[in-house]
T-cell receptor
Framework: GEDVEQSLFLSVREGDSSVINCTYTDSSSTYLYWYKQEPGAGLQLLTYIFSNMDMKQDQRLTVLLNKKDKHLSLRIADTQTGDSAIYFCAEPPYNRLAFGKGNQVVVIP | IAGITQAPTSQILAAGRRMTLRCTQDMRHNAMYWYRQDLGLGLRLIHYSNTAGTTGKGEVPDGYSVSRANTDDFPLTLASAVPSQTSVYFC???????????FGPGTRLLVL
């Protein structure tokens, strides 16, 4: 079956950059997504990348896609305390195992 | 405001009791999903529905059932709750199975 893998925990100082990684096994998805879950809340879409792109920049967020290695990363520049959350990469379709286990980012003031 | 509502917000339930978690959306999305979220295990798909009238099993369906009688509602039923079903349950929707998912606020369930 398809699996999405993520590392679990990252601490970063406010103002530094943080990088979250994800690997996936199914290469047929049109889009790959990053979701953010703040404490006590559900997941919200953070950003996405079209599968024929290598990079997407969205303000402080940079998504890199390495299709050869099936590797997806999310870089957050100038990390702020509001970026403390759990980040999930997701590879649709959603009617099967589509989400990684999540990566908790803790921003240290 | 369009969105997804879940009820109850939280519940303490005695083992062996029957419980239905409710999920309602007003976005007219075709697909709906139920996940459970447990520490260290991420989001695990319980059941899904690609469109009204159809349902499918996810990764962890045992002990749960769903129905999709109409577009807006997707209730999740625990026929006889067990302590291992203690979790946070999220309902989600998407226009189709490959587009952005939208999540409800979650139901926190404690089975004793």
């Amino acid at each position: 079956g398809e699996d999405v893998e993520q590392s679990l925990f990252l601490s970063v100082r406010e103002g530094d950059s943080s990088v979250i990684n994800c690997t996936y096994t199914d290469s047929s998805s049109t889009y790959l997504y990053w979701y953010k879950q703040e404490p006590g809340a559900g997941l919200q879409l953070l950003t996405y990348i079209f599968s024929n792109m290598d990079m997407k920049q969205d303000q402080r967020l940079t998504v890199l896609l390495n299709k050869k290695d099936k590797h997806l990363s999310l870089r957050i520049a100038d990390t702020q305390t509001g970026d403390s959350a759990i980040y999930f990469c997701a590879e649709p379709p959603y009617n099967r195992l589509a989400f990684g286990k999540g990566n908790q980012v803790v921003v240290i003031p | 405001i369009a969105g997804i509502t879940q009820a109850p917000t939280s519940q303490i339930l005695a083992a062996g009791r029957r419980m239905t978690l409710r999920c309602t959306q007003d976005m007219r999305h075709n697909a709906m999903y139920w996940y459970r979220q447990d520490l260290g295990l991420g989001l695990r798909l319980i059941h899904y529905s690609n469109t009204a009238g159809t349902t499918g099993k996810g990764e962890v369906p045992d002990g749960y059932s769903v129905s999709r009688a109409n577009t807006d509602d997707f209730p999740l039923t625990l026929a006889s709750a067990v302590p291992s079903q203690t979790s946070v349950y999220f309902c989600a929707t998407s226009r189709d199975s490959k587009e952005t998912q939208y999540f409800g606020p979650g139901t926190r369930l404690l089975v004793l």
